[in-house]
């Protein structure tokens, strides 16, 4: 497999494999020229191998989220016609460390691609204000649930349970 | 032969349960016991299928009791394994019968976890058969048939396309799994031991609670790529404001009833932050209807809490934020 000739696209695999099953086929209908290489979990390896519009599959070696400082050098080291990131909503909303992730990728273009199967470019400046914006929501979310969390502390603590 | 019972939840999908139980019909392995479960629908489900299917059993409960019908059906199964489906879900036409292949393999096989794919996998599989028909002599035709029905729609001979760069270390993690209720088989006699699906619950992370239970009783869960279901729904339904309500109570309800401490603190912290986090991010007021939901009856959830055992919490793989996901 001579992967210097030939034009490849990268499909992070973020969500299930059911939907996957429909994001496939879209992907080789976009790009009908380009290898398809998926990158997913290790759990993951074996049922994307199985689909016959993949040409390769590239395991994440790590057991969390998918993370732009943990690319796999099988990634980094390559120079992509395409990534193309999915989504399991219509927003992206959640997959804000999927979609910095494809923007870490050594690429030519960068896609999104959502629940109905739209698929948008990812901008780098969108990134960039969701990043501020979600540290704002992510701040006011730790003071709303610790004031919510201590008095449940101490009601679950105080409520008379068999057997612990 | 092992009878194998096969329990199905309808509600109101007469077409797709209909189909599904066609594609039962085909199953390679027999003696199967079909029940299904009408959780009260008002099209005429029940009328089809005890017109055209007599040799399966109906259970009408009368009114929607979400997943607690499952246990209906569950009671009155009498095989050694179960098959759980959803109403617009079927197995491949093999896959029952790998299915008791491997529980016979491994007595500590609690439940066969299906690879559940979308229903168009099984349009491209049936295809792909129908041209192979058409090509084949009528001498080739049966080794041709038989080669594709054990493996459906997939190509096993796959193993090049492992990336070579990490192709040495792809073991498979070592975490403790759920399953997915749209396609998995059950030991009749562990499901006794440690009962049904949470009624409590109604709809969603039902299959989890469960899981807990199971490992917890020493039983393993086990993911086989090769049995594979297929499944109608399309995930479009989980954009429905129900879904994320019912996700996010029962998630606050999975950890209070199986988590020890210290995880049952963090873990409510946790999901209290992203309760907050997404109902701003989304602009959706459901996550915290959810939590509010879920701490109303608090006391109920607490009367059925059974912590499970150390090795279990720390393992247990529960995707806690992708349940935020679904919505918007």
Partial sequence: MNKENKKWCLLIRSVPFQQLDKIVPKVKEKFPEVQLA???????????????????????????????????????????????????????SGFHNVLHCALAVPAKQHWM?????????????????????????????????????LPWVVAFSLYPRRGE | MDIVSVVILNWNRRNDLREGLIRLREQSYQPLEIIVVDNGSTDDSVEM??????????????????????????????????????????????AIGKMVEQFRR?????????????????????????????????????????????????????KEKLSTSASDDTEPVEYY??????????RRELLNRVGGYPGEFFLYMNETDLAF??????????????????????PTNRQSWRAPLYYTRNLFWLVWKHQPAPYVFTLT????YYCFYFAMEQKASVYLKAAWAAFRQ??????????????VARNMRVPYRVNFTFYR
Wanted: charged share 25%.
């Fill in chain 1, 38 to 92: 998926v990158l997913t979990h290790r759990h993951g390896v074996e049922m994307a191998s199985k689909y016959q519009e993949v040409d390769e599959v590239i395991p994440y070696l790590e057991t969390g989220s998918f993370d732009r400082s943990r690319l796999p050098e099988a990634v980094r080291s390559r120079s992509w016609d395409a990534v193309i990131a999915p989504v399991a909503n219509e927003s992206g």
């Fill in chain 1, 113 to 149: 691609v959502n629940l109905p199967g739209e698929m948008t470019p990812i901008q780098s400046s969108k990134i960039l204000w969701q990043t501020l914006r979600n540290g704002f929501y992510a701040f006011v979310a730790v003071l709303a649930a610790s004031v919510l969390w």
């Fill in chain 2, 49 to 94: 299928v005890k017109r055209d299917f007599p040799e399966v059993h109906v259970i009408e409960t009368g009114e929607n009791l979400g997943v607690e019908a499952y246990n209906r059906g569950f009671l009155h199964a009498t095989g050694e394994y179960i098959v759980i489906l959803d109403d617009d879900s079927f197995p491949a036409v093999d």
């Fill in chain 2, 106 to 158: 491994d007595p500590q096989l609690g439940v066969v976890a299906f690879d559940v794919r979308s229903y168009g996998q099984f349009e491209e599989w049936q295809r792909k058969r129908h041209e192979d028909i058409s090509k084949t002599t009528q001498a080739k035709i049966s080794k041709s048939l038989q080669e594709k029905l054990s493996v459906p729609e997939c190509d096993m001979s796959n």
């Fill in chain 2, 177 to 186: 799994m759920s399953f997915n209720g749209a396609g998995a088989g059950i």
């Fill in chain 2, 213 to 234: 239970r199971i490992w917890n009783a020493g039983y393993k869960i086990k993911f086989f790529p090769d049995i594979v279901a297929y499944h109608k729904a399309s």
């Fill in chain 2, 269 to 272: 912290f946790q999901l209290l």
């Fill in chain 2, 298 to 311: 608090m006391g109920m959830i607490l009367e059925l809490r059974k912590p499970v055992q150390d090795h």
